[in-house]
């Protein structure tokens, strides 16, 4: 008895080439084992099985005749075996609108009904959650809570990265949280996105972490210009030509430039 999966897939291919009624379908083997990506041995063997698991039957071969007239070419014609009709659906006995009506027997009041009105008072609960922490499945309370790696990993979920954080090992999530106060979390999304193959998506978040090693640090703001030195940090010359350094721009030399360049007056 060949696999349930091939007998399902020839079985397919025979009713996308019947009729309505599944009847006059007569594709050829190489066709139906197109359709499996079996040889035809296996499909011809698959049609046998079929026949005798009463899923199929051979129908009027005359009509393959009428269209085909090479004998030696003409495929065999299969009905597959349809149950016509449905089971009868359960109905109740009682025919008709069974409900009481108020008619005017004198024992039912006819017209309008009092009606009571409901009046919604205010309440003390806290709001609804919002939307992004209802689709991310955190409930309010926790949502203030969540680790930086929580966080990362629901800015990759709503990226469309599907990659899971929680099969991370100790180390890489210690290398993980470096990135994001080193780098902050939009920018490990964006090196995620870049690293993303659509065909062969990334199962665990370590496949990013060499890529969110690897960048650069970034360049530590500079402190805002007093308005007399210029762009770089310089005042004019003094006196004797030599270059003086701004003392607002002292705090960021210590850390761009070498330990030469700390003194205020230098030669020019």
């Known amino acids: 008895m060949p696999s349930a999966p091939a007998l399902t897939v020839v079985l397919l291919g025979l009713a996308n080439h019947a009729s309505?009624?599944?009847?006059?379908?007569y594709p050829s083997v190489r066709?139906?084992?197109?359709?499996?990506?079996?040889?035809e041995r296996q499909?011809?063997?698959?049609?046998?099985?079929?026949?005798?698991l009463g899923l199929i039957s051979q129908g009027d071969?005359?009509?393959v005749a009428s269209v085909i007239p090479r004998e030696d070419r003409r495929p065999v014609l299969y009905n597959l075996s349809m149950k016509r009709g449905?089971?009868?659906?359960?109905?109740?006995?009682a025919r008709g609108d069974t409900r009481r009506r108020r008619g005017v027997t004198g024992r039912d009041e006819r017209g309008d009904t009092f009606v009571t009105r409901?009046?919604?008072?205010?309440?003390?609960?806290p709001a609804a959650p919002s939307d992004t922490t209802r689709r991310a499945g955190v409930p309010t309370s926790e949502a203030q809570k969540l680790s930086p790696i929580d966080h990362l990993a629901t800015e990759c979920r709503r990226a469309g990265l599907t990659a899971r954080f929680d099969t991370l090992p100790p180390d890489k999530r210690v290398l993980v949280e470096q990135s994001i106060r080193a780098h902050?979390?939009?920018a490990l999304v964006r090196v995620a996105l870049e690293r993303h193959r659509p065909w062969d998506p990334a199962r665990s978040a370590a496949a990013w972490i060499p890529a969110w090693y690897s960048l650069q640090p970034p360049r530590p703001q500079l402190p805002p210009r007093c308005g007399r030195c210029d762009e770089y940090g310089w005042l004019p010359d003094d006196d004797l030509g030599r270059a003086v350094r701004c003392p607002c721009r002292r705090t960021a030399s210590r850390d761009t430039?070498?330990?030469?360049?700390?003194?205020?007056?230098m030669a020019a």
Do not use: F, M, W
Not at 31 to 38: E, F, K, M, Q, V
Not at 43 to 52: H, I, M, T
């Open 20 to 25: 309505r009624h599944g009847a006059d379908a």
């Open 31 to 39: 066709t139906l084992a197109g359709y499996a990506r079996i040889s």
């Open 43 to 52: 499909v011809q063997r698959c049609l046998k099985a079929l026949v005798a």
């Open 61 to 63: 071969q005359d009509r």
């Open 86 to 93: 449905g089971s009868p659906s359960p109905r109740n006995s």
């Open 118 to 125: 409901t009046v919604l008072e205010p309440r003390d609960n």
């Open 184 to 186: 902050g979390v939009g």
């Open 257 to 265: 430039h070498p330990p030469d360049r700390e003194g205020a007056p």
